[in-house]
């Protein structure tokens, strides 16, 4: 007999209950007992050398020890079927919803769920023990990610991010820093992965220890100079967002205010509104720049001659040489304005490049590169 028919044999026999086994298993009150009956199906099962008949049976064993009241019984099923692949997706659902110390060898170990089970175990479960289960599986997809990113604590997902199985994205990894770069654990989890996006890199520079941050920046060749930038992007981006907050004139022109006090209205913030087809903070900046009344400055900028808004670019000071494609920008939002384009709405980026590049074709203009990257910024 060779050791193969030998291990065959013996799982085999393990299965070969007496009916006074059976019984006992049903019946027999001593939880020790029945767990070692249950034992001895599930690791016979789990060996995947029973006949399609002794499967079934077993099963049927299963679904009555889901529901057996002994937590012990339940946790050795468990244990003995967490890494089956051809065990019933009700079985293992029941197991996956159990209590912790039931559920949580399912939920970390079991191919048999789906991302869609996940999700589903994840939105309806508020425990972090089960978080932490799944967020230690070998493979973890973008979207089940995301879900634990945005349900679970610290502690979970400082377990995503050890977990080098697990896809993550450059938004989620963005997100992630900007709502856990207090917990030093995560910062460091985040530091030890095995490879990074460089924007990622940046912007975890800003916030790590200044030992940790060394360490990024001779791993990814990071250079002060790629900091700052990425720095002063993350503050415009945040500002971009109080201007699409803003409600009325007076908080657009509070803002504007507050950022020229600041010395932080800058051309990319400007051209950026206008991105977003935000008239209202790119004519009140023109006009704070140029030191007129914003009714003058709308009046100029609405010159459908180049003269009056060609007169006020000058005078607020944005970068000469932009002028043209400035100009094309602001014909392009200004018809999406009239077709009644929604400039909230997830296309409005893309129907403003593809005017760019139709409009360039027909007659090229320079720094167009510039204000796509501009929209493109802005859509993200």
Same mark, same amino acid.
């Given at each position: 007999?060779?050791?193969?028919?030998?291990?065959?044999?013996? %799982?085999?026999?393990?299965?070969?209950? !007496?009916?006074?086994?059976?019984?006992?298993?049903?019946? #027999?009150?001593?939880?020790?007992?029945?767990?070692? $009956?249950?034992?001895? &199906?599930?690791?016979?099962?789990?060996?995947?050398?029973?006949?399609?008949?002794?499967?079934? $049976? /077993?099963?049927?064993?299963?679904?009555?020890?889901?529901?057996?009241?002994?937590?012990? &019984?339940?946790?050795?099923?468990?244990?003995?079927?967490?890494?089956?692949?051809?065990?019933?997706?009700?079985?293992?659902?029941?197991?996956?919803?159990?209590?912790?110390?039931?559920?949580?060898?399912?939920?970390?170990?079991?191919?048999?769920?789906?991302? #869609?089970?996940?999700?589903?175990?994840?939105?309806?479960?508020?425990?972090?023990?089960?978080?932490?289960?799944?967020?230690?599986?070998?493979?973890?997809?973008?979207?089940?990610?995301?879900?634990?990113?945005?349900?679970?604590?610290?502690?979970?997902?400082?377990?995503?991010?050890?977990?080098?199985?697990?896809?993550?994205?450059?938004?989620?990894?963005?997100?992630?820093?900007?709502?856990?770069?207090?917990?030093?654990?995560?910062?460091?989890?985040?530091?030890?992965?095995?490879?990074?996006?460089?924007?990622?890199?940046?912007?975890?520079?800003?916030?790590?220890?200044?030992?940790? /941050? #060394?360490?990024?920046?001779?791993?990814?060749?990071?250079?002060?100079?790629?900091?700052?930038?990425?720095?002063?992007? !993350?503050?415009?981006?945040?500002?971009?967002?109080?201007?699409?907050?803003?409600?009325?004139?007076?908080?657009?022109?509070?803002?504007?205010?507050?950022?020229?006090?600041?010395?932080?209205?800058?051309?990319?913030?400007?051209?950026? %509104?206008?991105?977003?087809?935000?008239?209202?903070?790119?004519?009140?900046?023109?006009?704070?720049?140029?030191?007129?009344?914003?009714?003058?400055?709308?009046?100029?900028?609405?010159?459908?001659?180049?003269?009056?808004?060609?007169?006020?670019?000058?005078?607020?000071?944005?970068?000469?040489?932009?002028?043209?494609?400035?100009?094309?920008?602001?014909?392009?939002?200004?018809?999406? #304005?009239?077709?009644?384009?929604?400039?909230?709405?997830?296309?409005?980026?893309?129907?403003?490049?593809?005017?760019?590049?139709?409009?360039?074709?027909?007659?090229?203009?320079?720094?167009?590169?510039?204000?796509?990257?501009?929209?493109?910024?802005?859509?993200?």
């Amino acid at each position: 007999m060779t050791a193969q028919e030998f291990r065959q044999g013996s %799982a085999k026999q393990k299965l070969s209950l !007496t009916s006074a086994e059976v019984k006992r298993l049903l019946e #027999d009150k001593t939880s020790d007992s029945r767990a070692d $009956i249950t034992n001895k &199906i599930a690791a016979s099962y789990s060996g995947e050398v029973l006949n399609d008949s002794e499967k079934k $049976i /077993a099963e049927q064993i299963f679904r009555l020890l889901v529901r057996d009241t002994e937590i012990k &019984i339940r946790s050795s099923l468990a244990e003995n079927l967490k890494s089956s692949t051809i065990i019933p997706r009700d079985i293992i659902m029941s197991m996956a919803q159990d209590v912790a110390e039931v559920s949580l060898p399912i939920l970390k170990y079991s191919e048999v769920l789906n991302d #869609d089970d996940l999700l589903d175990i994840i939105r309806s479960s508020g425990e972090n023990a089960k978080y932490t289960a799944i967020a230690q599986r070998s493979n973890v997809s973008e979207v089940v990610s995301d879900t634990l990113v945005e349900k679970g604590d610290d502690m979970v997902v400082g377990e995503l991010l050890n977990n080098n199985g697990a896809k993550i994205t450059e938004n989620l990894f963005s997100n992630i820093i900007e709502r856990h770069k207090e917990n030093s654990d995560v910062m460091a989890a985040m530091t030890s992965r095995s490879q990074l996006p460089i924007s990622v890199v940046e912007k975890l520079v800003s916030v790590v220890t200044s030992n940790i /941050a #060394d360490t990024l920046k001779q791993k990814y060749q990071i250079t002060s100079t790629h900091i700052q930038k990425e720095v002063e992007k !993350t503050r415009e981006n945040e500002t971009l967002d109080l201007v699409r907050a803003a409600r009325s004139h007076n908080d657009v022109d509070k803002l504007i205010g507050q950022l020229q006090t600041n010395d932080k209205l800058s051309p990319s913030m400007i051209l950026s %509104a206008l991105c977003q087809g935000n008239f209202d903070f790119f004519e009140s900046s023109l006009a704070k720049l140029s030191n007129i009344p914003v009714e003058n400055a709308r009046t100029l900028i609405a010159d459908r001659g180049e003269l009056g808004f060609r007169a006020i670019y000058n005078k607020s000071g944005l970068p000469d040489t932009m002028f043209p494609a400035v100009k094309l920008l602001l014909k392009i939002v200004r018809e999406l #304005d009239a077709e009644g384009e929604n400039n909230s709405s997830a296309r409005y980026s893309n129907r403003i490049v593809e005017r760019i590049l139709q409009y360039s074709e027909e007659s090229p203009v320079d720094n167009l590169s510039y204000i796509i990257a501009l929209v493109r910024r802005v859509a993200q």
